[in-house]
């Protein structure tokens, strides 16, 4: 079975702070994985993902992510926060041996920049 | 950039009732995919489909579910008889698998109301 953890509901960050939105995984073999962004009354956008290669990957919007395999974690930052930011945040896997091809999303992170 | 497109946007039924939700994928995608969202809950798995048939569907995709793709463009989730709990925000998802680029292109969703 695959599943994401994101440990927390909410992110407050002030404006031009770096932000960090947490993510931890669990698969049975080699991990894909995913952020995806949900402004209201849309659906999910793509950020970024790690299929393999560098450890640190970058996306859209100047966010990034570092898979630590070790901690099994696939944390998302971005290094100055604007307050165009502010979404709902959700990180997924999908378990890319013998692990079909759906992906499973975590709970979501409300992350709130302000001025 | 492409878009996969849900119609839609509202549905309101009563309890018992048959839906249809409609979604065009995105024309050159190869997998397609049905998730929804109960409100402040996380996005749920409900089924995957790919040449022509169902590849991996969820517990909550039980007999009352079904998905078809009857054109080679449209691609359609039915519930026979609407239960009060199947009220949510349904996503429609597609990917090409080519290249192995395992991102998922989401359409805006259709918030399905069951009174």
């Known amino acids: 079975a695959q599943s994401v953890a994101q440990p927390e509901d909410q992110v407050n960050v002030a404006e031009g702070n770096p932000l960090t939105v947490k993510c931890t995984y669990s698969?049975?073999?080699?991990?894909?994985l995913f952020w995806y962004v949900q402004y209201p009354n849309r659906g999910l956008q793509f950020l970024l993902k790690?299929?393999?290669?560098?450890?640190l990957v970058k996306g859209s919007y100047g966010f990034e992510a570092e898979f630590n395999k070790s901690q099994t974690s696939f944390h998302l930052k971005k290094p100055s926060a604007l307050v165009s930011d502010s979404a709902l945040y959700f990180c997924?896997?999908?378990?890319?041996?013998?692990?079909?091809?759906?992906?499973?999303f975590g709970t979501g992170t409300q992350l709130k920049v302000e001025l | 950039e492409p878009e996969v497109t849900q119609t839609p946007s509202h549905q309101v039924t009563q309890m018992g009732q048959e839906v249809i939700l409609r979604c065009v994928p995105i024309?050159?995608?190869?997998?397609f995919y049905w998730y929804r969202q109960i409100l402040g809950q996380k996005v749920e798995f409900l089924v995957s489909?790919?040449?022509?048939?169902?590849?991996?569907k969820s517990e909550i995709f039980d007999d009352q579910f079904s998905v078809e793709r009857p054109d080679g463009s449209n691609f359609t989730l039915k519930i026979r008889s609407t239960k009060l709990e199947d009220s949510a925000m349904y996503f429609c998802?597609?990917?090409?698998?080519?290249?192995?680029?395992?991102?998922?292109?989401f359409g805006s969703g259709t918030q399905l109301s069951v009174l």
């Open positions: 997924a896997v999908r378990d890319s041996t013998g692990g079909g091809n759906k992906l499973t």
């Open positions: 998802a597609s990917r090409n698998d080519r290249g192995r680029q395992e991102k998922l292109f």
């Open positions: 698969v049975s073999g080699n991990p894909y």
């Open positions: 489909f790919y040449n022509n048939e169902i590849s991996e």
């Open positions: 790690y299929i393999t290669g560098d450890n």
């Open positions: 024309s050159n995608h190869l997998y």
